[in-house]
């Protein structure tokens, strides 16, 4: 199975670019599975959830009817960051689409990071898998600062996740020493797929820094963009080498959990 990960400079207040971006590299891009950033759709650096409102998308709207018919009609997982409305709340979702509708769910980043504070609601779905049986993948999702937690990873893992993607607008650096360790705690393969470029909002400017990597499910770096490319990445991935857990005759990462002696 072949994923592909799409680094690349979303534009603020230009969401029909944006958009246009996204449908035009599903149709061309040859993977099963292709994840985008992060609000790819809108922009980062939002200031209120006024602004939100402006350019949230419900996700049984018209926009991600679209998207699933793309991911229906020619047979892809996409996963897609995105500005969520729902009700009075307004989310930092990532829409999960597979080709089967009835699989295809919506993720709401539980840990929100500086000031989205401001703009979303703190997510509500709490951390799941999704199980394709036809292509014989369990895929697990975080949004960007959810990774500081290592609770999500390890949820994922203890969910049956082969696959965790990981849709982000990273500006620290120091991810990438913990990402494969993420990795390998689960066993797991591990897309974390940032965007580049800034943005600027009243003199306060964040610096994405790009570097978007699939990892293999022993902490192997599979893909790798570099810090301000807008890039395809790609990996091949074998979702079946993740279930056994054991690394010798004696040891397995998860029957060996002591869950009684930890305090979290």
Avoid at 11 to 25: A, L, P, Q, T, V
Avoid at 130 to 150: L, N, Q
Wanted: charged residues 30%; contains cysteine; hydrophobic residues 40%.
């Amino acid at each position: 199975m072949k994923i592909a990960g799409v680094q690349f400079k979303p534009f603020f207040g230009n969401k029909e670019r944006n958009i246009d971006y996204i449908f035009k590299n599903i149709k061309n891009i040859p993977a099963e599975i292709i994840v985008f950033p992060e609000l790819s759709i809108s922009g980062y650096f939002f200031q209120s959830k006024d602004e939100v409102a402006e350019t949230a998308e419900e996700f049984s709207g018209a926009l991600m009817s679209e998207f699933q018919e793309l991911a229906t009609g020619l047979d892809k997982i996409l996963v897609i960051g995105f500005p969520e409305k729902s009700g009075d709340d307004y989310y930092n979702s990532a829409a999960i689409l597979l080709p089967n509708k009835e699989l295809s769910r919506c993720y709401r980043k539980t840990h929100l990071f500086y000031k989205e504070k401001y703009s979303f609601t703190p997510g509500d779905t709490g951390f799941f898998v999704i199980h394709d049986e036809e292509r014989d993948i369990k895929i697990g999702t975080m949004i960007c600062y959810d990774w500081r937690f290592p609770e999500a990873s390890r949820t994922l893992g203890l969910l049956g996740a082969d696959l965790i993607v990981c849709p982000s607008n990273l500006v620290t650096t120091i991810w990438h020493s913990v990402m494969p360790a993420r990795a390998i705690e689960n066993k797991v393969y591990f897309a974390v797929i940032n965007r580049t470029g800034k943005e600027n909002r009243d003199g306060d400017e964040l610096f994405f820094n790009g570097e978007s990597v699939i990892y293999g499910y022993n902490g192997e770096r599979l893909a790798k963009a570099g810090v301000e490319d807008e890039k395809v990445i790609y990996a091949d991935i074998e979702p079946s080498l993740t279930r056994r857990k054991a690394f010798n005759e004696f040891n397995d990462v998860f029957k060996d959990r002591r869950p009684e002696f930890y305090k979290l």
